[in-house]
């Protein structure tokens, strides 16, 4: 089976730079998804990793290793709009597609 | 907007009754997920459809069954109804039934069980 751990919540200011990690134990490794979901909204697609390193994309960056069953989602120049919760996923197994989801860290971001 | 859509975006009912819940997938996506996210548990997979065949299936209860249509719309049958059902209720599609891909998740239902 899989286990995704995540902090429950973070709070950053501003301008500032985040780093929400992401631990996994699953039976077959294949991928490591982020999402992000604002309150009462559908979760949408931020970063998919599946070498270890790391993988940029404008504000947002994730990292993966897979020998610590590890990742992180690193959010820079932090914006008010950046507050919401972020999800954490891993594949349901090696085959499929479908996801299996941490319970999210919900980040809040003040001025 | 993901393109995916679901319909009702809310539902109200009493214990012990049934509803059903649509999904209609972007267009070209064969692969249907439904997910249930409350508030103590998160988001959890329920089961996924690829070109109308089951796929996978996650933490789904026996009162709950879903089914793909020809068309790729899908629904998810909840009967039986508790007080813990009570949950927002999202679909997501993808293009392939394997490989890394993207889902995209259409906005939810949300189930109120009284």
């Known amino acids: 089976g899989q286990n995704i751990d995540q902090p429950t919540e973070m709070t950053a200011t501003e301008g500032a730079i985040v780093q929400i990690n992401c631990t996994y134990q699953t039976s077959g490794f294949n991928g490591l998804f982020w999402y992000q979901q604002h309150a009462g909204e559908a979760p949408t697609f931020l970063s998919y990793?599946?070498?270890?390193g790391l993988e940029e994309k404008g504000r947002f960056s994730s990292f993966l290793s897979r020998s610590k069953g590890y990742s992180y989602l690193l959010l820079k120049e932090l914006q008010m709009k950046d507050s919401a919760s972020y999800l954490c996923a891993v594949r349901h197994n090696q085959a499929g597609t479908a996801l299996i989801f941490g319970k999210g860290t919900t980040l809040s971001v003040s001025s | 907007d993901s393109g995916v859509t679901q319909t009702p975006k809310h539902l109200i009912t009493a214990t012990g009754q049934r509803v059903t819940l649509r999904c209609s997938p972007r267009?070209?996506?064969?692969?249907v997920y439904w997910y249930q996210q409350s508030l103590d548990q998160g988001l959890q997979f329920l089961i996924q459809y690829y070109n109308g065949e089951e796929r996978a299936k996650g933490n789904i209860l026996e009162r709950f069954s879903a089914q793909q249509f020809p068309d790729l719309h899908s629904e998810l049958n909840l009967s039986s109804l508790e007080l813990g059902d009570s949950a927002l209720y999202f679909c997501?599609?993808?293009?392939?039934?394997?490989?890394?891909?993207?889902?995209?998740f259409g906005p939810g239902t949300r189930l109120t069980v009284t």
């Open positions: 990793n599946v070498l270890d």
């Open positions: 997501a599609s993808s293009q392939a039934a394997g490989g890394p891909v993207e889902q995209y």
């Open positions: 267009s070209g996506d064969l692969s």
